[in-house]
């Protein structure tokens, strides 16, 4: 299949009006397409992972219906040298295993797809032709949770009144590098189905003939081809599907938000990579793997997993924070943006103000993770990270950087508006950490001194009327809006947030795609977006921010590129970087609820709610507990709540409150 269908389809993303959506809800979990719903061709790429394994289906249906997929494989343990950040084996397969299958000496033919599904894997249904009698064929593909492979499944059927004669060959397709530009090559890349010989069998009506098969990679010479058990792969699969799906179970009266928050948390907990160094979160994109960033794992995903209760994802954040504490130094040197190489290189040349991220990431995790032990463990980081930044302090009172997290991509300053805020944040964060373990005094007093200085700084530094609107500029002399004025919002800092939410939704920022980065550019970022929505609930502006919520969730789960939030365009064709998953589910627990954690078992809510609704609940929480808790919130009135906390099954307090008042639990 061409990757310029493909692209020309995401350029549709950018001008649909959403009229129609080409998707619909199929599930708690799941999305489908029904094949003629929207018209032909139509092609997708959607990305899935499992721990030795990764995969981006680029699938195509063509005018006539036919189906094709081309797997970008990827192999994080296996490297291409020179060994850098983007150095993992990442061949393609377009193998089409229903090649070579014949009914009574013809050839399957005229397949016509009728329906395809996400959920948590690619599922598709078409119908076909063989000799006269109509069969269906059902595929299903998804990454092995645990093995150096991806897997398939075929069922075909025969919907036909007569019995048939089916002919399927062994198939195996072997693909060997060489040694010289592979780290511990040669490679070999093995494509195979389940059979050792061609078979023949008569399928009659109603019958099926099912077969499974895989592409796995190992080291040729050094490792063995692997004997897998599809029984075994499908149903760990799902049982991580299942798992991380019924954690954090978010429901509200909006199905659209409710399913893609539900398939969020399966993107951005799938994307975990075994490495020497431990389990390690990444962002996936065919590019980063088996590395980490100061942004998407310690800021972005990292203070998510306490909340989902995940355990993998609770190891990988334990790989962040003791890889990173292993880079500080006595003399505060910047550390590096991201560990790279499954934890044996570094890369970052300059200061990106990965110290904020990292100080704001870690406090919140160790808060919500409710673990003395842990906290004591990562501790130490958190105390130099805020060191480096106060050292870093201009004569404005604000925090220098040579950048943000976008590298120079677009201006920041010498001083922008991220890196303050984020470690405003971490200051408070830290204070409440301080107390819990139990410091002096004089720790946390001292930290939250800083943190009021620090919020009189931002205001006076950054507060600026910007395109007419009372609110942030990003750096001095920013005279253009930025989609980053949000991030003071998601930091609890309100002092400007009328002007601020105003400028986030006018026409000069806003479009179907989220917020474009600097207003009349044509570039949009969609973790800007995510921190914006998060932010403008959390300033009690629930109903701008669930109306545009609502509009863009329908676009990313049900439009033309689905079933996830994505990484940015035009760069990366808008990948499903598994980080800005969890950032969307960020909105629901910290911006519609408010959750924040003051200590390892104690946390307060701010709970707002949309005039539109009168109830939406979390099951399963994990933060904060050393048991699962749900928490339900019922509109009374119309400036009137009710929140209740349950643990087990039994009721722990119930509180009367208004939208927007905090309440102390």
Known sequence: MKRTFLLAALLMVLTST????????????AV???????????????????????????????????????????????????????????????????????????????ESVKRVRLDGQLTVLSTANGDGCTFTIERTLWPSTTQQAVCERYVIKNTGDKEKQVRMPAVRYERVTNSKNYLDGPYCLLAKNSLEEEIQTTLKPGESLIFNASIEAYKKGKEHELTLDFAKEAASRAQFVQTVTANLDFHCPNDTLNTLFAMSKIRGAES?????????????????YGAMWCNDQAEYINPFFPFLGYDLGNESAMTTWNCYKKLTNPEY???????????SDTFGPFDRGDQAMLAYGASRYCLERGDRQVAEQVWPLIEWCLEYCHRKLNQHGVVASDADELEHRLPAGDANLCTSSLYYDALNSAAYLAQALGKPATVASTYRKQAAELRRNIDLFFHHEVEGYDTYRY??????????????????????????????????????????????????????TLYGLRGSMAAGYADRGVEFLQKFSAIRLLGEHVPYVVEAWPEGGQRHLSTESALYCRIFT???????????QSFNLTPQMPTAWDHYTFRNIHACSQQ??????KRLSANKLLVKVSRGGKLVRKVTTKPGQTVKF
């Open 272 to 288: 975990i990579t075994d490495t020497p160094v431990g389990p390690m979160q990444c962002p996936g994109g065919e590019s980063y």
């Open 333 to 343: 040197k910047f550390m590096p943006w991201s560990i790279i190489c499954n934890g």
């Open 628 to 633: 699962p808790m749900d928490i339900e919130v």
């Open 18 to 29: 959403m009229a129609s959506p080409r998707w619909s809800i199929a599930g708690h979990h």
């Open 32 to 110: 489908e397409w029904d094949g003629q719903q929207g018209g032909l061709p139509h092609g997708d790429h959607v990305e899935m992972s499992g721990r030795r394994a990764a995969v981006v289906y680029y699938w195509n249906v063509d005018k006539e219906g036919r189906f094709s997929v081309d797997r970008h494989l990827v192999f994080p343990l296996l490297r291409n040298l020179p060994d850098n950040t983007h150095a993992s084996w990442m061949p393609h397969s377009d193998i089409d295993f229903l090649d070579g299958i014949t009914v009574n000496g013809r050839s399957l033919d005229q």
């Open 590 to 600: 910290e911006g519609l609820l408010g959750f924040r954690a003051t200590g390892f």
């Open 475 to 528: 750096y001095e002399g920013n005279d253009k809006l930025r989609s980053w004025i949000s991030i003071p919002l998601t930091m609890g800092i309100y002092d400007r947030a009328k002007g601020t939410v105003e400028a986030m939704f006018s026409p000069q920022l806003w479009t179907e795609n989220g917020m474009l980065s600097v207003s009349g550019d044509k570039i949009f970022w969609d973790r800007t």
